[in-house]
């Protein structure tokens, strides 16, 4: 017979941890402390992180925060809603690692907070307190809330517009509720758009129709408060997008047609893959309740005693919006991150009437993942394609070691738990599995630091006075410039830049000849100067009697600078 854990069983050996403010609250308060110690805790890592904290440092430096700018050059790819937030923290609390991750750690908090009260108002407390802990723990969304990149901002904005239309279209939902659920949602779309541009609105707008399409429920349009919401969409977005046409008359045509249409239906971007490219993200980003997401969207599937369907609203919005990247021609891991607090709320929900059956095989799967981690642990040294890669691999072994067993021993007591008080067992794994999370975050700091190119910074530093200038030949350093607080002359590789050095053209050296001939003259004149150069373009300049001096070298880059 298949049995079912109900609330009222909950106190069959032990108080249920939901029902112990005490508890609840040394929970929320060791994860926030973690929560936040993490986000200053590496370095910023290329590409992402290093090309968003600079773009805001320029914000602030040069203090035009309408125009983008990448290494000075003029960057019309995404809209400024982060570099907003970023070049407002630095301004308050100074340029570092932690401050460039501040809007997306807060981004992270923002959408487990919201979905965790939308999920009370609408199923209540037990649920609410499940779907914080779900989404909280869940890998990828852990993950990426230390990451700063834009899909945690554009998550963190959808998830307001998701809530805001939930709590908004509830049953019961008095009128000021209504309108104001509403505004939230008009809000969060637009706030959004301005994250990452279009997707802000176009998703949220597809989910609508396809959920009224699949209920008839068609009434819900004259719900939406649709006067006042266009009002504060456009009130949000407009100025800036009026403001930056305006300044930059060629922005409209670069960021609505290339950013958009063809990123869409193209692989101009070079980031396709397969149709099952975002399955395997799925499964690890769900972790540790892989084994609970099937039956939590096949039980959404079921009639709720409700006119508005809420848990047919969030089965829409993760298997669409997972759908829309699967068949784009643009694919980042992190495009699917906006699904994740709506699978919360279903995994939330089915877990107030689980067996403990499926408890115990979720439990069991998190189980063997710690042991067999623990096991292919030693094998990730071996992992290096080169020799100088082992250091940065063999640091990453204690943090993996200290993983598994954080997950190993969350598993075994969730198993312990699952038939004793299933609230314990679903913490246990919670705490245990986010912990081990951010101990693999720690682990590739090694390797981060080398990509970032960090060691070389006080080698550099060194030789910089105020007019120094720093050349970017044959490559483009994303986290320097920022650590340096310095832009880079690029030389013959524009990189993402392409567009900005065709309408600025005075702003970088296309030809590496015309390059030489420049380190020439400044050579001769005394000046100083350096350069990041990849080692082929190293041997090159060697063969050319160029006058440098070596002052950083490492696989990925050798730094020279004018001899004196």
């Excluded at 960090?454 to 044959?474: N, R």
């Amino acid at each position: 017979m298949k049995q079912h854990l109900h609330p009222s069983s909950q106190q069959a050996n032990t108080q249920s941890p939901y029902e112990s403010p005490r508890t609840l609250w040394a929970v929320v308060i060791g994860f926030l402390i973690v929560w936040f110690y993490m986000l200053g805790a590496r370095t910023l890592v290329p590409t992402d992180e290093g090309r968003y904290a600079e773009m805001a440092r320029e914000m602030v430096a040069t203090g035009d925060w309408i125009t983008q700018r990448l290494n000075g050059i003029k960057y019309f790819e995404k809209p400024p809603l982060q570099n907003w937030m970023n070049a407002l923290t630095f301004s308050l609390f100074g340029l570092g690692d932690w401050q460039a991750r501040l809007w997306t750690g807060l981004c992270g908090l923002i959408g487990i907070a919201i979905s965790s009260y939308t999920a009370f108002k609408i199923y209540g407390r037990r649920i609410a307190i499940s779907t914080a802990v779900i989404l909280g723990s869940s890998f990828y969304w852990a993950a990426m809330g230390h990451v700063n990149s834009l899909d945690m901002g554009l998550s963190g904005m959808m998830t307001l517009a998701l809530c805001g239309l939930l709590l908004s279209q509830r049953d019961g939902a008095n009128a000021k509720e209504q309108r104001n659920g509403m505004l939230l949602c008009w809000a969060g779309m637009a706030l959004a758009t301005m994250s990452k541009g279009l997707i802000g609105f176009v998703l949220p707008g597809a989910v609508l129709v396809l959920y009224t399409i699949w209920t008839r429920d068609f009434g819900l349009w004259l719900r939406l408060h649709m006067g006042k919401g266009l009002l504060l969409f456009f009130a949000i977005t407009a100025p800036w997008f009026i403001l930056v046409w305006q300044a930059n008359p060629e922005h409209p045509h670069f960021f609505f047609i290339h950013e958009h249409f063809q990123r869409f239906t193209s692989t101009i971007h070079k980031r396709g893959g397969a149709w099952y490219y975002f399955f395997p993200l799925l499964l690890i980003g769900i972790l540790p309740w892989l084994g609970l997401l099937l039956q939590s969207m096949f039980a959404s599937l079921r009639k709720e005693q409700s006119q508005f369907q809420a848990k047919k609203m969030l089965l829409t919005w993760a298997v669409f919006i997972f759908f829309f990247f699967s068949i784009s021609g643009s694919k980042l891991p992190s495009y699917i991150l906006p699904i994740f607090p709506a699978l919360a709320i279903l995994i939330a929900c089915q877990l107030e009437s689980i067996s403990t059956l499926s408890l115990r095989i979720n439990a069991l799967i998190m189980t063997l993942i710690g042991a067999a981690s623990i096991f292919m642990t030693p094998k990730i040294a071996g992992m290096a394609k080169h020799v100088y890669e082992a250091p940065f691999y063999a640091a990453m072994i204690p943090w993996a070691y200290a993983a598994a067993g954080l997950t190993l021993i969350g598993g075994l007591f969730a198993l312990i738990y699952a038939q004793r008080n299933k609230d314990w067992s679903v913490l246990s794994l919670a705490i245990t599995v986010f912990l081990a999370g951010q101990a693999l975050f720690l682990g590739h700091d090694t390797w981060g630091k080398y990509n970032a190119g960090v060691y070389h910074l006080t080698a550099i530093q060194a030789e910089l006075k105020a007019d120094t200038p720093i050349f970017s030949v044959g490559r483009y350093e994303q986290a320097l410039p920022f650590y340096l607080q310095r832009t880079t002359i690029l030389v013959e590789h524009p990189d993402e830049m392409q567009f900005g050095v065709g309408i600025q053209p005075e702003l970088w050296i296309p030809k590496q000849t015309d390059f030489v001939l420049k380190w020439r003259d400044m050579h001769a004149k005394g000046q100083n100067a350096v350069a990041f150069v990849r080692q082929e373009i190293y041997d090159d300049l060697q063969k050319q009697n160029l006058p440098m001096r070596v002052i950083g070298h490492d696989p990925k880059r050798v730094i020279i600078a004018i001899p004196h």
